[in-house]
């Protein structure tokens, strides 16, 4: 935990100490009311529960407490908060949601979380640009709630419903990326306040070009810094047209080798596919009798098309006869819109699903990336692995774009099984990066993957990182111990 004393100058300074048993908040009195006078006594709390609340996502690693929480509710207030815990060097630990999944949010340092849900302000709305902005505590379905009648909506769907400025700072993606692409591309422009509590505007403020050749591309630096540079206090994002029609369907396969072949095939052959997931049998039998619908035990894709209603027949008779030539089932396709979102709510309940498998038992999503011309070696390879390490880990994934997942169940009071569960993803992530991937397509670095990043950049690429970081955050105060 962080100690605060008093320096010779009348500032707070900070070393790094431990109140014993890490269940009381060890900064000083002076620093928790200064805090206070900042943004208010009912937006700071020092209490257990709160504290260890904001010290953990949905991963496997355990709860980190900050020694406080603080709601800003002005960018101002984050300037001044952030400007504070410069001065007393104290770690600050952003918080959006808290539904990431390699321990973003964990204050492993201790100090202060900034928890920036209570800014929930959409600023601007253009619709002739084809933009929004919006501040950290807008998530993504609170947006589309907002889109909606003008025609307009934010696909960037990772399936929680996480914030929109957690979003771009984990440079999340999910099931539409394979059409619409990542976070990376639909950000236009991020507010940033700096460690220092100077603040940034990454394109220039108020500017939201669709394409810049101006200087370094320090949004893009932005996007995916998981709090380590940073907060991301607004964020300008790319907005996109409603398709006419939509169409979804669910093809079986005999095989999970057969499944990642078609959706190879479905890439090469240029069908504009708004989505295309995967589920291994293990998953689709899970998620069918989670959200009591009739699927097979078998690898299984599911598919949306986005066009004009004269294109989409097109694409579907595409569709159809590449499922055919991969031996898959015959399709039937849903156009009705409470259709389509009963099969999209089967799919983003498949954690709950994984969960549901072994009741009691902890969950652990990971994830990896590679060329989609590896994807159906890396699946199966995998597959072989899960069955041989004898785990429950079925698998789900955007696999349009390359990207799948692991969802491993486990006992957490088993350690030999934990064991298992983190040699595993250690070769899985080496696996990726053996066949020209990357450890994580969209969860992020964060607590667990840091010795990955460093076999997948090479000492130069990890050096660079440091430097930047040492750049921003000399003192190493903004969410330390994630990422390098």
Not at 319 to 329: K, L
Request: charge should be negative; include cysteine; glycine fraction near 10%.
């Amino acid at each position: 935990m962080a100690t605060i004393g008093t320096a010779g100058h009348g500032d707070t300074w900070l070393g790094m100490g431990t109140d014993g048993q890490g269940d009381t908040p060890s900064l000083s009195p002076d620093f928790v009311e200064a805090l206070r006078a900042v943004v208010g006594a009912p937006n700071v709390s020092t209490a257990t529960a709160v504290r260890e609340q904001h010290g953990h996502d949905e991963s496997m690693h355990p709860c980190a407490p900050p020694d406080v929480v603080v709601w800003p509710q002005a960018v101002g207030q984050v300037q001044e908060l952030a400007a504070l815990c410069h001065r007393c060097r104290v770690p600050m630990v952003p918080f959006g949601t808290g539904t990431g999944l390699e321990g973003g949010v964990n204050a492993v340092q201790g100090g202060v979380c900034f928890d920036l849900s209570r800014m929930d302000a959409i600023a601007e709305l253009s619709l002739e640009d084809f933009s929004v902005t919006v501040e950290p505590g807008v998530t993504r379905k609170a947006l589309n709630k907002h889109l909606r009648g003008t025609g307009l909506w934010f696909p960037v769907d990772p399936g929680a419903d996480a914030s929109l400025c957690g979003m771009a700072a984990t440079g999340a993606s999910g099931t539409n990326a394979v059409r619409y692409g990542t976070m990376r591309p639909n950000v236009l422009n991020l507010r940033v306040v700096l460690p220092d509590g100077r603040l940034l505007h990454t394109a220039g403020p108020r500017r939201q070009p669709r394409k810049r050749a101006a200087g370094y591309d320090l949004t893009s630096l932005f996007v995916g810094s998981e709090g380590t540079l940073g907060f991301l206090t607004q964020a300008t994002l790319r907005l996109h047209p409603l398709p006419e029609a939509t169409a979804v369907t669910v093809a079986s396969f005999p095989s999970v080798g057969a499944a990642v072949a078609c959706t190879v095939q479905v890439l090469q052959a240029a069908v504009p596919v708004a989505r295309i997931e995967f589920l291994d049998e293990v998953m689709a039998d899970a998620c069918g009798r989670f959200s009591q619908m009739e699927l097979p035990a078998a690898a299984t894709l599911l598919l949306e098309l986005h066009g004009s209603r004269r294109s989409l027949a097109e694409q579907q008779q595409q569709m159809e006869e590449i499922v055919q030539q991969n031996s898959g089932s015959s399709l039937a396709w849903a156009e009705g819109l409470d259709e389509r979102e009963q099969l999209w709510s089967m799919r983003h309940n498949a954690w709950y699903a994984a969960l549901a498998l072994r009741p009691g038992c902890q969950g652990y999503s990971t994830d990896v990336c590679v060329p989609i011309s590896r994807l159906p070696d890396v699946v199966v390879e995998t597959k072989q692995d899960l069955q041989a390490s004898g785990l429950t880990g079925p698998m789900v994934g955007h696999v349009g774009d390359g990207n799948f997942h692991c969802i491993l169940v486990f006992n957490s009071q088993d350690p030999d099984e934990a064991q298992r569960i983190h040699a595993f993803t250690q070769r899985l992530g080496r696996r990726a990066l053996a066949a020209g991937g990357t450890c994580t397509g969209e969860h992020g670095v964060g607590l667990g993957k840091r010795a990955l990043l460093q076999e997948e950049l090479g000492q130069e690429g990890l050096d660079t990182l440091r430097s930047i970081k040492a750049a921003l955050d000399p003192h190493n105060l903004m969410n330390p111990g994630k990422v390098l």
